[in-house]
């Protein structure tokens, strides 16, 4: 019998000192989880002495240890994915009531999820006050923000920007200006044939073969025999060749300036 005694009283001894270790690792846990959720210094527990190892004693420690175990689930903060957060967890948020966490559900699935916590501002409702009071207990996978515009490409709109825009009007005007001061160039085609008695250097110098000074021996030759009477007279001129007065007789004629006709 006295055997029988003592294993009884050793394993009361046991439960009550493992009862005790849970009770002590509980509070270490609570105080912990206080301290980093509220920045604030950690609460003292005192844990309560146990002189006896009685059954009744056992009792009133288990129970003990159940309310904390349950303060400490309660102290959990929250921490909501709202893109997947059903409307009582929304409610849960301070400041969301029934009707915002409405519309919170509808603005998610109107818009294919929020991209990131800032963008739930959009949401009726709620604005950055609220915000604020909530933007620690919410997240969403993966956020993703739009990236700024860099600075070489609003350098580039800016200059696009400030590019004056040139109308199909002003270019007509423009290109008619052009025309008018641009000075016509005659071509031989348009001079052809030509008047040795009364050709200008310009004229003549538009003749295959014929530089300046070719044009003006001829100049000098009609004014010294009182104007050219036929074509062919051309080969006064010692510069040019038989080939290459064929190459110009049919462009030129020598009639008389008051005429115009060829002899």
Aim: hydrophobic residues 35%; proline residues 3%.
């Amino acid at each position: 019998m006295a055997s029988d005694s003592s294993k009884s009283k050793v394993n009361r001894i046991i439960t009550a000192v493992v009862i005790i270790c849970a009770v002590i690792i509980s509070v270490v846990v609570l105080a912990a989880s206080k301290y980093v959720s509220n920045n604030a210094e950690p609460t003292t527990f005192i844990s309560k002495q146990t002189t006896s190892a009685s059954a009744g004693s056992s009792e009133y420690i288990v129970s003990e240890a159940s309310s904390i175990s349950s303060e400490i689930l309660s102290e959990v903060p929250l921490y909501i994915n709202i893109n997947t957060a059903s409307k009582e967890e929304l409610m849960k948020l301070k400041g969301i009531g029934s009707s915002i966490a409405d519309e919170i559900i509808s603005y998610r699935s109107n818009n294919g999820g929020f991209r990131n916590i800032e963008e739930i501002m959009e949401v009726k409702g709620i604005g950055k006050v609220t915000f604020s009071d909530i933007s620690e207990f919410i997240y969403v996978d993966s956020p993703t923000y739009e990236e700024p515009e860099s600075s070489e490409e609003s350098a580039e709109n800016t200059t696009t920007e400030s590019k004056p825009v040139v109308t199909e009007r002003e270019t007509e005007a423009e290109t008619t200006t052009t025309e008018c001061t641009t000075e016509h160039v005659l071509t031989l085609e348009e001079c052809a044939p030509i008047n040795l008695n009364t050709a200008s250097v310009e004229e003549l110098i538009l003749l295959p073969h014929i530089d300046e000074e070719s044009a003006l021996i001829i100049i000098d030759i009609r004014e010294r025999i009182g104007g050219y009477s036929h074509v062919y007279e051309i080969l006064l001129i010692e510069t040019i060749t038989q080939a290459q007065a064929a190459e110009i007789l049919p462009y030129i004629c020598v009639g008389t300036e008051e005429s115009g006709e060829n002899e």
